[in-house]
């Protein structure tokens, strides 16, 4: 598996914006669908941004598209997620995810650690 490190996260008031990095090692990162997932307490992991490996296609739940930007950076080994005009149901664990195409991986089987954002009205 690889190993993800997430960074970034903070508190901030309505509105304001943060960066959330994800740095991937041991593995072919260029190989990686990447994803950022979200849990907020009490509520089930949501789906926020997927970055495929092959074009830099991305995609995004309803809730943050028009918002949030996923990004990579193949020679940095990281992807980020750029979250503009929070809310305060934005309000979470963010968490990295990786799917190795080179595996055959057919879900995510890599996890980071988690980076807490908290939105404030």
């Known amino acids: 598996q690889v190993r993800l490190v997430e960074s970034g996260g903070g508190s901030v008031q309505a509105g304001g914006s943060l960066r959330l990095s994800c740095v991937g090692s041991g593995g072919t990162f260029s190989s990686l669908v990447m994803a950022w997932f979200r849990q907020a307490p009490g509520k089930e992991r949501q789906f926020v941004a997927g970055?495929?490996?092959?074009?830099?296609?991305?995609y995004y739940g309803d809730a943050v598209r028009g918002r949030f930007t996923i990004s990579r950076d193949n020679a940095k080994n990281t992807v980020y997620l750029q979250m503009i005009n929070l809310k305060p149901e934005d309000t979470a664990i963010y968490y990295c995810a990786a799917r190795d195409t080179l595996k055959g991986e057919q879900g995510f089987q890599s996890w980071g650690q988690g980076t807490q954002v908290t939105v404030s009205p």
């Open positions: 970055i495929l490996e092959s074009d830099d296609t991305s």
